[in-house]
């Protein structure tokens, strides 16, 4: 790994120092000028979104520019979620408890309407999906494996949809990375941001080259973050509250509790609350358990490393024909830690009465877990490596039309390896039948290379049989996964004006596509033979799906003022299911400075092919009978899925009604149905509990559960269905204005999301929740405040330029069943930043040096009775962010 970003960042400082040798000498152009070349282009251009080259359209569509993501102190692309109100619920802000399975990655989740239903392009192409699946079954594109930010040009993000042009998984939206095609100067990038227990390192540098006639654009980057841990900020640590059930508890202790068949009852250790185990505790002197506080051994932010390169070259080839080649490489690992070892929750192993350090007379059954505090962290690895290889061919018919053919190929190797307790071998360890070299067919208990393991407090206290690290070595496994995906995609395209009526030009494109991709989990065999004893039990799967796809596009005008924009697509699945999208839009001009625009889509997401043939282990956190437990869930996919379905219709004006002021609503609808969705393991809970106490035996709910010979809940079985529509509506608006004045050149921005309803339909004919302003624990959905909203001034007067923004979520309401506060708290935070650029210093280009603050204030995120005090899905947990960075062009 070392000699890899050695080589990596010397490749990068070779970027930069062989162009600045070819560099041109003459300074950038001013803003001024810079502006007057854009008032006299007037060229179309193809936007996200179309087929047809135009100059606008009548989809809503954010812009977001690099200088808006250095304004914001970005560092990596997870964070760029958050530059849209209109975006949330996404997994970009990690933590061991609630993203488990997927630490490293980041995806857009627009509108809330789930991971897997914004589609990611690059380029206008195609990115494979993350080989690690959310908790929720979700598969999605890793933005974070895409290309370096500094070789981002723009993205582009359409609001309504997208299927009709690109297909499936454009339900919400589409978010389009476009990359820098040609570099005038080499640049070099270097940020540190530094916060109370954490900091993070940025590398980042690009160069461009005349080479064979194109434009050779090299970008490479670095980013490194040390971990912040729970025990680093108050709101994570269960002691700060008292150690409520709701904070990052367990009644799976170490020292831990034992279930006695004489008394029918469980009996804390002991020694559970002797000085020495600062993170053991009892509720009370009659408390049964011995509990464990493990709120401080978890991460805010993970340890993670990511290097990155990324390459184009666009050029003619002949006359008439470009040619433009793509190539990327992004290598990531993040380290997670967690509790020193899971709770034991797939078997309630026996202590014989037998075992020399067992205090109570009899076989007991173990409740607690391996490894208790003194040991330390654990720490799991979530290592991914991205591939990706693109490109295409343009040109023009003689009879005027253009042509274009694009092929792509990216893969994603994931490799996830995280400890846990063997169950076989515990099992034989507590009869004396431990080590690595005891066998324990022939093996007598606690004689020659066979030992006890003491799961009792005597073995830390030095009062009872010690555990050595061998013992404890062969009694720890891993997970092993290796997972992979890819796809490859292959489309033509043509487009150009069809006819000439009394309204205008008649435009309008058709095109063909056909997409392969695949998706494969490799488990260990422990995994496989259900030997871990909380991370549960899962087979390996692989799987394929094979689409082809015709489509097309009509822009026809009503003279200057008013155009229709129609596009249909045609998908077919070797499955053996097929679909039909279309949109329609219109865009009206009635006078200069007003637009309006209006736009109505179906749209569709196919199953997945992890839906369709995982078993997905996962342990949620689940409240049963009053206490909450992690549980072992497994989750079936299914063949016989149908595809999700959606309808969406927007409504929106923009009006510049003076120089420098633009004004933007945008009224928005989405239904969403069949949705595949994961059963929901706390609804079955709950479910099972009423039938119980209805006096019914043997329901569906019932018959889900697995409890152990103590009534421990210790299995959950669940399936990928289709049972739950989602409805949502709401507005967008957008503020602008500039102006100039003799202390300097001001900007003014805002922009503001509100959620008016979002209302979730499990089963055909059941009453709707309505999940807006909810933290959607319970049901399908993700964190979701009704507001959101940001407000920024920029200053800037010669080489300065001052910053401020103002970042606004409202409160919203706690659904997790057995809490006892709902509440959770509006939050305003503000973030500064001052830019200078000096002339001079180093080369012929400027250096540009930054200092900025996030979260000026310092505000801690709002408290929430969630694991670990606060939600991850919608606050930053890191506090008060200081940053340094320096660019110099060359």
Request: charged share 15%; glycine share 10%.
């Amino acid at each position: 790994m070392r000699n890899f970003r050695t080589s990596l960042l010397c490749t990068c400082a070779a970027f930069v120092a062989a162009g600045a040798a070819a560099a041109q000498t003459a300074p950038l152009p001013t803003a001024p000028a810079q502006e007057q070349e854009a008032a006299a282009q007037v060229d179309d251009i193809v936007v996200t979104g179309s087929l047809i080259r135009q100059s606008s359209k009548p989809s809503p569509t954010d812009v977001v520019n690099l200088d808006q993501v250095d304004q914001r102190g970005i560092s990596n692309a997870s964070e760029l979620v958050k530059l849209l109100p209109a975006n949330s619920g996404s997994e970009a802000q990690v933590d061991g408890l609630n993203q488990p399975l997927t630490s490293g990655t980041a995806q857009f989740n627009l509108r809330n309407l789930g991971l897997g239903s914004t589609l990611v392009l690059l380029n206008g192409r195609r990115q494979t999906l993350s080989a690690a699946a959310a908790g929720d079954g979700s598969t999605f594109v890793d933005i974070n494996s895409l290309a370096p930010l500094i070789a981002m040009r723009r993205i582009e993000v359409v609001k309504d949809g997208g299927a009709a042009t690109y297909g499936s998984d454009a339900v919400a939206g589409v978010v389009n990375f476009i990359t820098r095609t040609s570099v005038d100067r080499p640049e070099i990038t270097a940020k540190y941001l530094t916060m109370d227990g954490s900091n993070e390192v940025d590398i980042q540098g690009i160069i461009g080259r005349k080479v064979a006639g194109g434009d050779l654009v090299l970008a490479a980057s670095y980013f490194s973050r040390s971990t912040l841990g729970t025990d680093e900020r108050s709101f994570s640590r269960a002691s700060t509250f008292g150690r409520p059930s709701w904070h990052s508890v367990s009644s799976y202790g170490q020292p831990g509790s034992y279930f006695r068949p004489s008394t029918n009852s469980f009996a804390p250790d002991p020694n559970c609350t002797n000085a020495a185990f600062p993170f053991s505790y009892r509720n009370s002197p009659t408390d049964s358990f011995c509990r464990l506080d493990f709120s401080e051994f978890f991460d805010l932010t993970p340890k993670e490393d990511r290097e990155q390169v990324f390459g184009t070259w666009n050029g003619d080839i002949a006359p008439g024909i470009r040619l433009n080649l793509e190539a990327a490489y992004s290598h990531a690992l993040a380290e997670g830690r967690s509790s020193p070892s899971f709770p034991i929750l797939a078997v309630s192993p026996v202590v014989p009465r037998t075992h020399p350090d067992n205090p109570f007379g009899e076989d007991v059954r173990f409740r607690g877990r391996l490894l208790g505090p003194a040991y330390g962290a654990s720490v799991a690895e979530y290592e991914y490596d991205t591939y990706r290889v693109a490109g295409g061919l343009d040109g023009a018919f003689g009879f005027g039309w253009s042509w274009a053919v694009n092929a792509a190929y990216s893969r994603q190797d994931h490799r996830y390896d995280k400890p846990d307790t063997i169950a076989t071998n515990l099992q034989n360890a507590l009869r004396g039948l431990g080590g690595a070299g005891c066998n324990p067919a022939t093996g007598t208990p606690g004689v020659g290379s066979c030992v006890y393991y003491n799961p009792f407090a005597t073995a830390q206290l030095g009062t009872g049989t010690q555990n050595s690290d061998a013992l404890i070595q062969s009694l720890i496994g891993y997970t092993n996964l290796d997972a992979k995906s890819d796809l490859f995609t292959i489309d033509a395209v043509t487009s150009g004006d069809i006819m000439d009526w009394v309204g205008g030009t008649i435009a309008g494109a058709l095109g063909v596509q056909y997409r392969r991709s695949t998706f494969a989990h490799d488990w260990g065999d422990l995994v496989n033979a259900g030997e871990l004893i909380t991370l549960g039990q899962a087979p390996d799967f692989s799987g394929s799906q094979e689409t082809t796809s015709v489509f097309g596009e009509l822009q026809v005008p009503f003279g200057d003022d008013l155009q229709l924009q129609m596009s249909a697509r045609y998908e077919n699945y070797a499955e053996g299911f097929d679909n039909v999208s279309p949109k329609a839009a219109l865009l009206y001009r009635p006078f200069e400075q007003l637009s309006l625009r209006a736009s109505y889509g179906k749209a569709f997401r196919a199953p997945s092919v992890y839906q369709q043939v995982a078993v997905q282990a996962t342990q949620p956190s689940i409240n049963d009978n009053g206490v909450f437990n992690f549980v072992n869930t497994q989750t079936f996919g299914s063949k016989d899925l149908k595809p999700e379905e959606s309808s969406n219709y927007n409504l929106g004006a923009t009006f510049r009604p003076i120089q420098g002021l633009e004004l933007g609503v945008d009224f928005y609808g989405f239904k969403y149905d069949n949705l595949i969705v994961k059963e929901n393991p706390q609804a079955i809970v709950n479910q099972a509990r009423a039938d119980t106490l209805a006096g019914l035996t043997g329901t569906v709910a019932q018959r889900a559960l697995t409890r152990d010979v103590t009534g421990a809940l210790v299995l959950i079985k669940t399936n990928f269905i289709n049972a739950s529509s989602v409805e949502t509506d709401g507005v967008d608006v957008t503020a602008r204005y500039s102006w100039d004045t003799s202390w300097g050149d001001f900007s003014a921005n805002a922009a503001w999301t509100h959620v008016n309803s979002y209302d979730i339909q499990f089963t055909l004919g059941a009453a709707p929740i309505n999940g807006a302003g909810s933290v959607n624990f319970n049901n399908l959905g993700r964190s979701l405040p009704v507001d959101r909203a940001e407000a920024g001034l920029t200053w800037s007067k010669g080489p300065h330029q001052l910053v401020a923004l103002a970042h606004y979520v409202s409160g919203y309401t706690n659904d997790r069943t057995g809490i006892t506060d709902a509440s959770i708290d509006s939050q305003t935070t503000f973030d500064l930043q001052y830019n200078v650029s000096v002339d001079g210093l180093a080369g012929s280009g400027p250096t540009k040096f930054t200092l900025g603050v996030i979260n000026v204030t310092d505000e801690d995120p709002p408290l929430a009775q969630l694991n670990l005090g606060f939600d991850p899905v919608t606050h930053d947990p890191r506090g008060r962010v200081f940053y340094l960075s320096v660019n110099q062009s060359f």
